[in-house]
C-alpha cells in the first residue's frame, strides 16, 4: 500500500484503519474548507504540525482560493489542490480529515458529509445552526466511528485547565454560579444595497442549507454572523467560547429553564440578530441547582473583576487578537487604532469559598475568603497550537476520548446558544427537555428547533 488511506465500506473497518495508520511518523493529509477569515488561521495553525500536509482548499471566492494559495506558499509549502464545491473535495480518497472554516449554517452538513466518507473533522464553533443539528452532528460522529473535534480552542489551554480543574478539587468551595461576558466593540454594518454576485463567487453554493436572498455585502463575508439564516448572532460567534467554558467549569450539560431578552440597540442597520442580550440558564444536573448568567454588549463597557479593560492589556487594533472566526475587532467610528481594552471576554465563577475567572487570553486568576486575597493563578500562550494538536494526536490515535473539546460536548454548549436565542425571539422563559430535545409545551418555540432546508442542501433525519 503506497497510501494510508484506502476505500472501506464499514465503520468497523473504518476503525481498523485508523489502528493500522497510527504510527507518528505517518503524514496525515488534510483539507481546509473555508479559507476567508478563520481559515487562515487554520492554514498557520495546522501547517505547523509535524506530519500534517495541506492537500487541498476549498472555498466558494476565488479570491479567498488565491489568498489560501499564496498563504500555503508564503509559509514554503507546496501548492495545493483547490476546489470550490466540497462535494467534490470528499471525493478525494487522499484526505485523511478536514478543518472547515465555514459560515455556521454549512457546519454540520459539511461535517455529516465528512464522515460519511470517512474522514475525520476539526469544525469551528458553533457546530451547529440549530439544536436539530446538534443531535444530527453528533449521532453522525458516532454512526460513522469519526474523530470530531469543536474548536473551542480555550479547552486545550493548559492554564485553563489547570483552573478548571482546581474549582473541581474544591479551591473556591461549592461553585454555585458561572457569568460569562462578551463585551465586544461592534460598529454598525450600515444598510447595504443588492448588487451583482462579485466575479468568481458561487453564491448558490454559498447559500447551501439556507433560504435563497439576493445579494448584499452585508449578508455575505463575515456581516453573515448578524441574520438568522446564516448566523447566531455575537452570542454564537464569540459569545460560544464563553458560553462553553461556563458550562465546563461548572461541570453540567443541558439547563432545565432559559430566559434571555435583550435587542437590537443604538443602530439602525440591516443586523436581524441582537446587539445586546442578557441571558440565565438554570441547571438541576445530579439534583443540584446552579446558575449560568451570560451577557452580549456591543459597544463601550467597563470590565468585571479582572476581565474586560486594564491598561496593560492595551493594543492597537491591528495587532489585538481576532475574533473566534478570524476578522480581526473594527477600528471604531473614527477609523483610527483603537485599544484593546475595549473589549471585556471572559468567565467568572462563583463559589462558597471565593471566585475565579478566566479570560480570553487563556489565562486564570483566583481570589479567596472573605479578604479575597490573591489564590493560584496561571497564564498561556496558545491555545490553538495545543487544540490543533490535541486533534491531529486524537486522530492519530483514533480515541475520541482524547479530545478537549469532542463534539459532543461542543453540540451540549452549542445547544445553549441556540435555546438563549429562541427564549430571545419568542419573548419568554422556555423549559427545556434534554431527553426528548423539546421545549415544553411551547409549539413557537419549538419551531425554532430546526429549519427548512433548501434542497439539495439537507440535513438529513438519519444520518
Not at 498563504?71 to 480518497?93: C, F, I, M, S, W
Not at 452532528?137 to 473535534?149: C, F, G, L, S, T
Amino acid at each position: 500500500m503506497q497510501r494510508r488511506h484506502f476505500l472501506v465500506t464499514s465503520a468497523g473497518a473504518l476503525t481498523a484503519a485508523s489502528s493500522v495508520f497510527g504510527s507518528p511518523n505517518d503524514t496525515l493529509r488534510m483539507a481546509v474548507v473555508g479559507v476567508g477569515g478563520r481559515g487562515a488561521n487554520h492554514i498557520s495553525s495546522f501547517s505547523a504540525l509535524p506530519n500534517v500536509e495541506i492537500t487541498a482548499i476549498c472555498d466558494i471566492d476565488d479570491a479567498h482560493l488565491a489568498k489560501g494559495v499564496k498563504q500555503l506558499a508564503g509559509l514554503g509549502k507546496k501548492e495545493p489542490q483547490t476546489y470550490k464545491d466540497v462535494r467534490k473535495l470528499l471525493e478525494n480518497k487522499d484526505i485523511d480529515f478536514i478543518s472547515i472554516a465555514s459560515p455556521n449554517h454549512w457546519h454540520t452538513l459539511m461535517t455529516i458529509w465528512a464522515v460519511q466518507h470517512g474522514k475525520d473533522v476539526y469544525v469551528e464553533k458553533p457546530c451547529s445552526h440549530n439544536i436539530f443539528e446538534a443531535k444530527q452532528i453528533v449521532a453522525a460522529a458516532r454512526k460513522y466511528d469519526r474523530i470530531v473535534q469543536q474548536g473551542s480552542q480555550i479547552r486545550s489551554s493548559e492554564a485553563v485547565r489547570d483552573g478548571i480543574q482546581k474549582m473541581r478539587d474544591g479551591l473556591i468551595g461549592d461553585v454555585y454560579m458561572a457569568r460569562g461576558l462578551c463585551f465586544k466593540w461592534r460598529d454598525t454594518i450600515g444598510h447595504k444595497p443588492v448588487v451583482p454576485i462579485p466575479d468568481g463567487v458561487d453564491y448558490d453554493l454559498w447559500t447551501g442549507p439556507s433560504p435563497m436572498h439576493q445579494f448584499t455585502m452585508n449578508r455575505f463575508h463575515y456581516t453573515w454572523h448578524w441574520f438568522w439564516d446564516t448566523g447566531n448572532g455575537d452570542l454564537g460567534n464569540q459569545g460560544i467560547h464563553e458560553v462553553d467554558v461556563a458550562r465546563w467549569g461548572l461541570g453540567v450539560k443541558y439547563p432545565v429553564k432559559v430566559s434571555a431578552i435583550g435587542g437590537h440597540f443604538m443602530f439602525d442597520d440591516d443586523q436581524e440578530t441582537p446587539n445586546t442580550l442578557n441571558c440565565a440558564f438554570e441547571f438541576a444536573d445530579n439534583g443540584r441547582r446552579q446558575m449560568l448568567e451570560f451577557e452580549v454588549r456591543h459597544w463601550m463597557s467597563n470590565g468585571e473583576a479582572t476581565v474586560g479593560p486594564s491598561p496593560q492589556r492595551a493594543t492597537p487594533a491591528a495587532a489585538a487578537p481576532s475574533d473566534g472566526d478570524g476578522a480581526p475587532p473594527p477600528a471604531g467610528r473614527s477609523g483610527a487604532a483603537r485599544p484593546r481594552n475595549t473589549d471585556s471576554i471572559g468567565n467568572l465563577f462563583y463559589g462558597s469559598k471565593g471566585y475565579l475567572d478566566v479570560d480570553s487570553y487563556s489565562s486564570y486568576k483566583s481570589w479567596l475568603g472573605k479578604e479575597q486575597a490573591e489564590g493560584p493563578a496561571a497564564k498561556d500562550s496558545d491555545p490553538m497550537k495545543n487544540h490543533v494538536t490535541n486533534f491531529v494526536e486524537a486522530v492519530r490515535a483514533h480515541k475520541k476520548e482524547m479530545l478537549h473539546a469532542e463534539i459532543e460536548e461542543g453540540a451540549a454548549s452549542t445547544v445553549l446558544v441556540h435555546l438563549a436565542n429562541i427564549s430571545y425571539r419568542v419573548g419568554r422563559t422556555i423549559n427545556f427537555d434534554s431527553k426528548t430535545f423539546t421545549c415544553i409545551g411551547d409549539s413557537e418555540a419549538n419551531k425554532h428547533l430546526s429549519r427548512e432546508y433548501r434542497k439539495p442542501f439537507v440535513v438529513p433525519e438519519k444520518v
